[in-house]
């Protein structure tokens, strides 16, 4: 199992549920883009004053596995680790856990690539938030 340094806490709003009252499948990919952001803020890679077109990144690749429903009122809390960095992609672990227990409810992989909006190409990894990360993740 990944080892994960950074949380980011979740609060399931109603309009998130499915017909069967658990949170429907495609919020998972939305709390783990939140959680990306968030951790991408607090590493310093980017500022809440800065525009989504300046992110410099763009989604390439994703898988998830549903392991426990998730349902309304549950305290959750999204794992994030950039557990690969690549030339010009990362490859992030990331995970949706029960707060209290730890139980994990979804797991997956994110594949981000560096990108820059304004060429519309494929750029290197920044060499400032390479080693912010590895500073973060110990790698």
Do not use: C
């Not at 009252?21 to 590493?43: C, D, S």
């Amino acid at each position: 199992m990944t080892h994960f340094k950074f949380f980011h806490p979740i609060e399931i709003r109603y309009g998130d549920l499915d017909p069967q009252g658990h949170v429907n499948n495609a919020k998972h990919l939305t709390y783990f883009e939140q959680a990306r952001i968030a951790y991408m803020i607090q590493l310093g890679l980017f500022s809440k004053d800065q525009s989504f077109m300046e992110i410099g990144v763009i989604l390439a690749d994703i898988h998830i596995a549903y392991l426990a429903p998730v349902y309304y009122g549950e305290q959750i809390k999204v794992g994030v680790h950039v557990a690969k960095m690549g030339n010009k992609s990362m490859t992030w672990a990331q995970n949706i856990v029960a707060a209290k227990t730890g139980k994990e409810l979804s797991k997956g992989e994110v594949v981000m690539v560096t990108y820059d909006y304004g060429q519309q190409k494929t750029i290197a990894i920044p060499h400032e938030w390479r080693e912010k990360i590895k500073a973060f993740e110990g790698i």
